[in-house]
């Protein structure tokens, strides 16, 4: 249950108020009558299996064929042995996005609960970060890529303007 920036499990409903159990194990009373003008999210109904997405992008230089059967290999392998992973429930994996570093995609593979949700969740990303490091796959962090015009070889020096400081943070001027 989600409402004001609260997280947490229903754990009492009475005439005036809701109980919520936080993840950090405190509890919180919520007057009944915030509920009525709230979006609340219930991550446990209609039924308790929860898909985990996980987002992630690599270098523009990799071989996306090869990119997929990895991701693929490590969702199976989770949800065959992951004991939070449903393993009924066919992972998912979808480029998309061509990103300002990386092309991005998602994976999706199915939680047995919201709690085993975390442990999927995190099972998944170390796991995948492993094997794509192990394969050569760079999973790269933003950069920009500076093109110059032909001929030119550096980018030009940028000098302050007077009373705007430069690189040691002094303030420009006659007597700086």
Not at 150 to 168: C, I, K, M, R, W
């Amino acid at each position: 249950m989600a409402t004001w920036g609260i997280d947490g499990y229903v754990v009492d409903v009475s005439w005036r108020s809701t109980r919520l159990r936080t993840w950090a194990n405190n509890l919180v009373v919520v007057p009944n009558s915030l509920f009525a003008e709230t979006i609340i999210t219930n991550f446990s109904k209609p039924e308790d299996p929860l898909d985990v997405v996980v987002s992630c992008g690599v270098a523009y230089e990799s071989d996306l064929k090869r990119v997929r059967a990895v991701s693929l290999e490590v969702m199976e392998t989770l949800r065959r042995e992951c004991p939070g992973a449903d393993p009924e429930s066919e992972p998912v994996f979808r480029y998309e996005a061509f990103g300002e570093s990386n092309i991005n995609f998602h994976m999706i593979i199915r939680a047995r609960n919201r709690v085993a949700g975390f442990e999927v969740r995190s099972e998944l990303i170390e796991e995948l970060h492993s094997r794509l490091a192990a394969e050569g796959i760079t999973i790269n962090y933003p950069v920009r890529k500076l093109q110059l015009p032909d001929g030119l070889t550096s980018v030009p020096a940028v000098q302050a303007l007077p009373g705007t400081g430069d690189d040691n943070g002094r303030q420009g001027g006659a007597n700086g």
